[in-house]
T-cell receptor
């Protein structure tokens, strides 16, 4: 079955370190998204991509970057981790723009000490 | 900027009751309105998607309605079951979704 996976599922890192969270989908979807979920804020969009080599900033993109070298993967990089980036990160994908629902991965719980 | 609100933040009801979850949005020019379910420690599962030209969508015991003029959507759950216990989130938008903070629903056996 097609799916969307995230790794690692849990990560502890130190302030200032670079961290990369992986997202892989096997639906061959063009659209991929990264969100963070924090208590009291709901899910907020970090970055998104509509296809290979396309990336766009979302609502809370400062301190994060993404790259899209193929259809299946959209890794999220924290350039220099900060305690404010402690959160649960979700990756999602969707197909036909504007019509299809988004399918979410299981999430990565990140703790920055 | 679109803002999405879900009230109440938590709701408990006895098993078997019908219930309604509320979602309000500030920009009536939305494209889609989606309802998701999130179980503790898990990702989001899509329940229903209502396109802007539609008024409602149904799936089994779930019915979602959309009233753009009033900026409201409701998720109706019929004959609630303990397995319905979860957090329910609504989200407005096209591709770039704006989420509410969710309603944590507990069905009491």
């Amino acid at each position: 079955d097609a799916e969307i996976t995230q790794s690692p599922r849990h990560k502890i890192t130190e302030t200032g370190r670079q961290v990369t969270l992986a997202c892989h989908q096997t639906w061959n979807h063009n659209n991929m998204f990264w969100y963070r979920q924090d208590l009291g804020h709901g899910l907020r969009l970090i970055h998104y991509s509509y296809g290979v080599h396309d990336t766009n900033k979302g609502e809370v993109s400062d301190g994060y970057s993404v790259s899209r070298s193929n259809t299946e993967d959209l890794p999220l990089t924290l350039e220099s981790a900060a305690s404010s980036q402690t959160s649960v990160y979700f990756c999602a994908s969707s197909d036909d723009p504007g019509r299809e629902t988004q399918y979410f991965g299981p999430g990565t719980r990140l703790l920055v000490l | 900027k679109q803002e999405v609100t879900q009230i109440p933040a938590a709701l408990s009801v006895p098993e078997g009751e019908n219930l309604v979850l509320n979602c309000s949005f500030t920009d009536s020019a939305i494209y889609n309105l989606q309802w998701f379910r999130q179980d503790p420690g898990k990702g989001l599962t899509s329940l229903l998607l209502i396109q802007s030209s539609q008024r409602e969508q149904t799936s089994g015991r779930l019915n979602a309605s959309l009233d753009k003029s009033s900026g409201r959507s409701t998720l109706y759950i019929a004959a609630s079951q303990p397995g319905d216990s979860a957090t329910y989130l609504c989200a407005a938008g096209r591709e770039k979704l704006t989420f509410g903070t969710g309603t944590r629903l507990t069905i009491i056996p």
